[in-house]
């Protein structure tokens, strides 16, 4: 079992920065590969980023590559999303979500899931 809390959206400026974070809580939380999906209003979720259990190897979507940063401290059981140059469609709720090993693109092949937190980003 792994329990997902986000934290660290708002409200910012287009070119702003935010930096997103995950904690999770669980022994096996090494044992899990994380991502970060979005939905936006009106939207389906869609796949933000990923990263494997060491951190080691990460994956971007089109739409974020250059300018969001992925990264993970096993230490603190914490997952981070730095994002720079938002723009207004980045506007939706993010998530963080955990899948067994390796992680994927697709949201229903990940079993835990965060509440999520709003990050909108104003023109």
């Known amino acids: 079992q792994v329990q997902l809390v986000e934290s660290g959206g708002g409200l910012v400026q287009a070119g702003g920065s935010l930096r997103l974070s995950c904690s999770a809580s669980g022994r096996t939380v090494p044992n899990f590969a994380l991502g970060w999906f979005r939905q936006g209003p009106g939207k389906e979720r869609e796949f933000v980023a990923s990263?494997?259990?060491?951190?080691?190897?990460?994956y971007y979507a089109d739409s974020v590559k250059g300018r969001f940063t992925i990264s993970r401290d096993n230490n603190k059981n914490t997952m981070y999303l730095q994002m720079n140059g938002l723009k207004p469609e980045d506007t939706a709720v993010y998530s963080c979500?955990?899948?067994?090993?390796?992680?994927?693109?697709?949201?229903?092949?990940?079993?835990?899931w965060g509440q999520g937190t709003q990050v909108t980003v104003s023109s």
């Open positions: 979500a955990a899948r067994f090993l390796v992680g994927t693109t697709t949201p229903r092949d990940y079993s835990y």
């Open positions: 990263i494997s259990r060491n951190g080691g190897s990460t």
